[in-house]
């Protein structure tokens, strides 16, 4: 199949959080499946800054860019790419008027610079002689795309045997402007995308707009398909949901194992395998100087690694922690960025707790990987997790993850049971205080237990959540809407 990927994230070039290492590690896996896989997304200022190279011929353009007379773009292709067959083919849309800085930026500018992305990346395949059988359109930013092809661009001969696939990664997300953003000129070419019921709510919403026009919808896990056509988890989207439910599919995230394994990880300071975990010693006290722990013997250290979002239940973390860590002895690492109430508040946790909680305000991906390995246990107290990959790169690792039963987390993580030996964590149901302490003492009380811990440590590490396992479904569920059949079930 030839298959258009668009999308605002695609790591290491770009990433924010998951969505990044999701399309990287499925188009990869389609890629090295023999499709035809092209990805399309945007230069960013900050690519731009960090030297990443392009190719000195430009694909395409410059071009006048849609809804904005004076401004133009180019398509470049990424430089230093393996020949064509060996790997998808990545394309950067070059338009420094719209996508200078990092990868989101704030207000109606988001709404021109992904309605952008999304018509270049078509006129682009369009003028590559590029006709894709599937165009994968990721989350609200690409969503313009799925529309774009049921509308101005369904005569298009490029397009004419095209499916639109929309992923939605997180339903948080949607993409709503006011729809007074239509009235202004160089914004005059997002009209057409807008159903007039949509438009009669006051708002623009690309997701919704997305949702309505795609031929297939995914989801990142089985459990999240049926909580996002449930009014507490669809965010005012469940109506639409449930109509288009035939068409929605939910497919758990696969992990990069060539890039996710503590055998081989080039940033640890040390290797190790479920064989031999002598190296994830070293990994934790490594970890501890680095952050400034007192990592007395025998207490466990408990990270976490994670967007400081709302969703990521960081409330109930700041509120649980203080009395959990005065009723046990355990040692914090946390890792994080966002909202900066949150880092203020894990700022004053940290000097409060001097040597048991550590906090890192940063973007980093190397220490990100050594948080992983240097943890015990690992916290996921989302209020709503699509998939979520932290949980399953912690099992790799070697940390016992505490999750919220929710989504992705419910369909990752299962609940250990001493007596037998089964369960990969722990699991708690209630998005409070109440709920994470249980979680995490259950945790720490089998850390106190050298035989149990072992077991459960061992069983998260077993576990495979390879594009191997998870990337079939893609394609099964491309190949039959290129066949005209019937949607397959969840999985
Ligand atoms: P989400 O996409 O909602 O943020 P996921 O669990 O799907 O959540 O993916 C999170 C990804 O982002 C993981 O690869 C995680 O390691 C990474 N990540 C989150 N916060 C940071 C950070 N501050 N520094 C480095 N990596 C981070």
Request: proline share 6%; glycine share 12%.
């Amino acid at each position: 199949m030839r298959i258009l990927t668009v999308c605002a994230e695609y790591a290491p070039l770009a990433k924010v959080g998951g969505l990044g290492d999701v399309t990287t590690g499925l188009c990869g896996w389609l890629a090295r499946r023999g499709h035809e896989v092209l990805v399309v997304l945007p230069f960013y200022g900050e690519m731009r800054e960090r030297g990443v190279a392009i190719e000195a011929h430009a694909a395409l353009g410059p071009r006048p860019a849609p809804g904005s007379a004076p401004a133009s773009y180019a398509v470049h292709r990424l430089a230093g790419q393996a020949g064509a067959g060996r790997g998808p083919e990545i394309f950067l849309v070059d338009a420094p008027a719209f996508f200078g800085g990092g990868v989101y930026a704030s207000g109606t500018a988001e709404a021109l610079r992904f309605m952008l992305l999304s018509r270049a990346a078509l006129e682009f395949a369009a003028s590559a002689g590029f006709r894709p059988d599937i165009v994968h359109c990721h989350d609200w930013h690409a969503a313009p795309a799925a529309v774009m092809l049921k509308g101005p661009l369904r005569a298009e001969r490029a397009f004419r045997q095209s499916y639109a696939a929309l992923t939605i990664h997180n339903i948080g997300y949607q993409g709503v402007f006011p729809a007074g953003l239509l009235e202004q000129a160089d914004a005059a070419s997002l009209q057409p995308l807008f159903a007039p019921e949509d438009l009669a709510q006051g708002d623009i919403n690309f997701l919704r707009a997305g949702i309505a026009n795609a031929d297939v919808l995914t989801t990142v896990s089985p459990t999240h398909a049926q909580e996002i056509q449930t009014a507490e988890y669809g965010m005012g989207l469940d109506g639409l949901l449930r109509q288009r439910r035939h068409r929605l599919a939910g497919i758990l995230n696969g992990v990069d194992y060539a890039h996710w394994d503590p055998a081989t990880d080039p940033l640890l300071p040390a290797h190790y395998s479920a064989r031999d975990l002598v190296g994830k010693q070293t990994c934790r006290r490594a970890l501890a100087a680095e952050l400034g722990l007192d990592l007395q013997p025998g207490v466990p250290v408990v990270g976490l690694v994670s967007r400081l979002a709302q969703q990521k239940g960081i409330d109930i973390v700041i509120h649980a922690l203080p009395a959990l860590l005065a009723a046990r002895r355990f040692c914090c690492a946390i890792l994080g960025s966002g909202e900066q109430g949150y880092v203020a508040a894990l700022r004053d946790l940290a000097a409060s707790h001097p040597g048991r909680v550590a906090f890192v305000e940063a973007q980093d991906e190397g220490l990100a990987h050594r948080v992983y390995a240097g943890s015990d246990l690992f916290l996921v107290p989302s209020l709503y997790e699509p998939c979520g990959l932290t949980q399953m790169y912690a099992m790799r690792y070697g940390a016992v993850p505490v999750v919220r039963r929710t989504g992705g987390l419910a369909d990752t993580v299962t609940h250990f049971d001493p007596a037998t030996g089964q369960g990969t964590g722990s699991v708690f149901l209630d998005a409070d205080v109440g709920g994470l302490g249980w979680g995490l003492n259950a945790a720490l009380d089998w850390h106190a237990s050298p035989s149990d811990w072992a077991r459960v440590v061992a069983n998260g590490m077993a576990r495979d959540w390879s594009w191997e396992h998870q990337g079939p479904r893609y394609e099964e569920l491309f190949a039959r809407l290129v066949n005209g059949g019937a949607m397959p079930s969840s999985s």
